[in-house]
């Protein structure tokens, strides 16, 4: 059986942090790009950051550039989304998604996903 589990969301106030964990069962994430997507309220999904399959890259949409880190455990099968200084602007929906093979550029196609975890910065 393939699984791709999020956890981690939760609500926080503006400037907190959190740690999106997403693990895989059933297939190995060392050959696979991993993206983080936002849906955010009223607005479509957009991709805030991916690792390469390699973990020798990553990118980050501008907005979430020097708070949000992506990183990768192989050994636990799991890929992480560091977001420090949250700003209600980060609020949404967020997917982990997994590309066989890719390297995060244009044309990607994300074989599996995870379930989504809210995220809602608040006072």
């Known amino acids: 059986q393939l699984q791709f589990v999020e956890s981690g969301g939760g609500l926080v106030q503006p400037g907190g942090s959190l740690r999106l964990a997403c693990t895989a069962s059933?297939?190995?994430?060392?050959?696979?790009?991993i993206g983080w997507f936002r849906q955010a309220p009223g607005k479509e999904r957009d991709r805030v950051s991916c690792?390469?399959?390699?973990?020798?890259?990553?990118t980050y949409v501008d907005s979430v550039k020097g708070r949000f880190t992506i990183s990768r455990d192989n050994a636990k099968n799991t890929v992480y989304l560091q977001m420090n200084n949250l700003q209600r602007e980060d609020t949404g929906v967020y997917y982990c998604?997994?590309?066989?093979?890719?390297?995060?550029?244009?044309?990607?196609?994300?074989?599996?996903w995870g379930q989504g975890t809210q995220v809602t910065v608040s006072r």
């Open positions: 690792i390469k399959s390699s973990s020798d890259g990553t």
């Open positions: 059933g297939f190995t994430l060392d050959y696979y790009a």
């Open positions: 998604a997994a590309a066989f093979g890719s390297t995060c550029g244009s044309g990607a196609y994300w074989d599996y």
